[in-house]
């Protein structure tokens, strides 16, 4: 019993700055990611064919970011950013400088997720508040976005549990995190233990985040 | 109130162009209840979206209360559909939102403020008979509840006209009966002018003033609702009146011997409207003609508070006579005569 209570405790502090890093990494980048992949998928979705603010130019322009960013694997954005977030943060390295590629990958992503989940709105509600004389703004606000609430959430739970993934991959440009305590403790030291317990602690990471959002997303359908 | 101008609406496909409206003329008085039946496909769900511009005309003018809508820009449009309730087949209701939020919607657009909005809300949930419903979401409310939702919602902000597009037909006969009363109510307490579709002929019969009929873009017949159900003339309408008229008549009857055997005599149907009702018909004709007449069948009905009546008689006796039977009865005025032959096509005089 005191072997494994001291068996626990021994990477502890370790673990702990792990956990702390991944939370920051995707906490702020899903904050900043969700500001800006809202109005982009919001923009995808009312700017096609038939929608409320038809726009074939604008629409061509915001598919073709998602498609573009969305292609390129995150390893090789990172990379690729280096450049954008030495001038953003003055450094490319660090647990800062990595919520910057998270950031720029998760945009497209929660855009298509926004997009999908728009799309699920029937048709005949937003109809009906144009009869009422809603304008496209009041559509969106009210409308669009607060009827596929339940899906954006679910939507939003997805894209942080792939940042938690990302996360791990930041580890390579010294991002910390649990994934980088993994990769350079448990496969560059041979350090299986170490492993073993980021990687529950991961399972657990990744299951409370499923299960929070499962759970708000049930709270507030009402359909 | 509604003035419609040779509306149309053509539809461009890859292959073809589909014209949905082809010219259509109409006229809607203040305070009617005007009904607009058709078969599917006839073009009616665009008439009724053109009459809000939701589908915009390709020609034509849509002309409420003097003003042409069709001439509006996109602000002044916004501003028109307020002075124009909807409501729709499936509901269309925010699910997110609860009952009293749905009616607050259209009322939130028009910037009102709170208290104008709360008051106005519990004053139309009382009149749709909803009030103790308020915080309900749509989802927990039957179809017909959700429709009397849709019908407050539009009526939040003191509409000329109400539009339906065929708001009975995703509910069940009893559903849509209370439904149509609840319209002809807010039709006579509040005044407005309801235009609806529907290929229901009930829901035009239940409560309409008048109707016209839609077959293939364009309208082939319009009057009172009366006059179309005693005299319909064109085939199609013909068709959505014996669908209530003539479910009535028991097949049976078809294979009277009068029917398959002319020698025998005649089976004839006889409609009759108002006073005419009153006039001793039956014994008059066996009175003038000394003829037999066996009354098989007959059930009145009321449209628009007007007895309507179907009565179907077997005529024997000298042949002669009877076709001097039915002869005189062609020339008495609000009776309409059917001769029930047996190729089932029925001969129809007037």
Known sequence: ?223 | MIEIKNLKKVYSGEEKDVEALKGIDLKVEHGEIFGLIGPSGAGKSSFIRCLNLLEEPTAGQIIVDGQDLTALNTKELREARKELGMIFQNFNLLNSRTVADNVAFPLEIADANKEEINDKVSELLELVGLADKADSYPSQLSGGQQQRVGIARALANDPKVLLCDEATSSLDPETTHSILDLLRDINEKLGITIVLITHEMEVIKEICTKVAVLEAGKVVEVGDVIDIFTKPEKNVTKKFVQRIINANVPEELLSRVTVENPEHGRLIKICFVGDSASEPLVSDLVHNFQIDANILYGNIDKIQGIPFGTLIIELTGDLDQIESAIDCLHESDNVRIEVITDEESVSIHY
């Not at chain 1, 979705?45 to 409320?52: A, L, Y």
């Open chain 1, 1 to 223: 019993m005191k072997n494994l209570l001291a068996f626990i405790i021994k990477d502890l502090g370790l673990l702990w700055t792990g956990i702390q890093q991944t939370f920051y990494m995707v906490g702020i980048s899903m904050a900043i990611s969700t500001l800006f992949g809202i109005p982009l998928g919001v923009g995808v979705v009312v700017t096609e064919e038939g929608n409320i603010l038809e726009n074939k130019y604008i629409n061509f322009i915001l598919s073709a970011i998602i498609n573009v960013v969305r292609s390129i694997p995150f390893i090789v954005l990172m990379v690729a950013l280096i450049p954008f977030t030495r001038f953003l943060i003055n450094t490319s390295i660090g647990t800062t400088a990595a919520v910057v590629p998270l950031t720029i990958a998760a945009i497209p992503f929660i855009g298509r997720i926004v997009e999908n989940s728009l799309k699920e709105v029937d048709n005949g509600v937003i109809e009906a508040a144009q009869a009422m004389g809603a304008t496209p703004w009041e559509i969106i606000t009210k409308v669009l976005l607060p009827e596929s609430l339940p899906s954006l959430i679910l939507g939003l739970t997805i894209t942080a549990i792939t940042l938690i993934g990302f996360s791990a991959i930041a580890g390579a440009i010294g991002a910390g995190g649990l994934g980088d305590i993994a990769v350079r403790y448990g496969y560059h030291r041979f350090e299986t233990v170490i492993m073993v317990k980021t990687v529950i602690l991961l399972i657990i990471l990744v299951q409370g985040v499923q299960t929070f959002g499962n759970w708000l997303a049930n709270t507030l359908d009402h359909s």
